[in-house]
């Protein structure tokens, strides 16, 4: 489905989607996500509030018995099986598992330099997410290989005052 939607086999449904896709991307980089997703709930609600109420009405001047006009979709299964909740369980528990050890051994400062390269990109954080809203960091994330010259440059920079610091700073050597 995947394939077919984006060699535009079916021109309609593939218009559909990326249509969808850049009104939502576009909706981003103008509102926040908290407002683009509540505005999303009420373009939905709206349409389908709308829809019922259009059926009954209908229902009521054809004087006909029909029932719920969306109980097809009401009727569908989807709660997710004890199994696919425990795989994803399980995959979320290790990525958490590792990501918490990794934070302590930041946070406690088990290495020296990896704890400073930690609070130095924690402080360019705070100045990128100042500037930056989520979209146009993704967007910058796909231009990858005209930043990535620029970043081999910072890098070296980078790598080159940290071991400046590790010649200078008693016990910041890395043990090997």
Avoid: C
């Avoid at 146009?136 to 081999?152: E, H, R």
């Amino acid at each position: 489905m995947v394939v077919d939607l984006l060699h535009w086999r079916d021109v309609k449904q593939s218009g559909l989607v990326f249509g969808s896709v850049l009104l939502l991307l576009f909706s981003l980089t103008q509102f926040s996500v908290v407002s683009v997703i509540a505005y999303l709930a009420l373009a939905v609600l709206s349409a389908t509030i709308s829809f019922r109420v259009y059926k009954s009405v209908l229902q009521a001047v054809q004087k006909t018995d029909e029932g719920h006009p969306l109980k097809a979709y009401l009727e569908v299964e989807i709660a997710l099986s004890a199994d696919q909740i425990s795989k994803y369980v399980d995959k979320t528990q290790l990525y958490i598992n590792s990501t918490m050890k990794e934070l302590r051994r930041l946070f406690l400062v088990q290495d020296l330099v990896d704890s400073i390269k930690f609070a130095v990109l924690m402080w360019l954080l705070t100045y990128v997410g100042a500037l930056f809203n989520g979209l146009t960091l993704l967007i910058l994330g796909k231009k990858t290989t005209q930043i990535d010259q620029y970043l081999g440059l910072v890098r070296t920079q980078v790598n080159s005052i940290m071991g400046k610091i590790r010649e200078k700073v008693p016990g910041a050597k890395k043990k090997e």
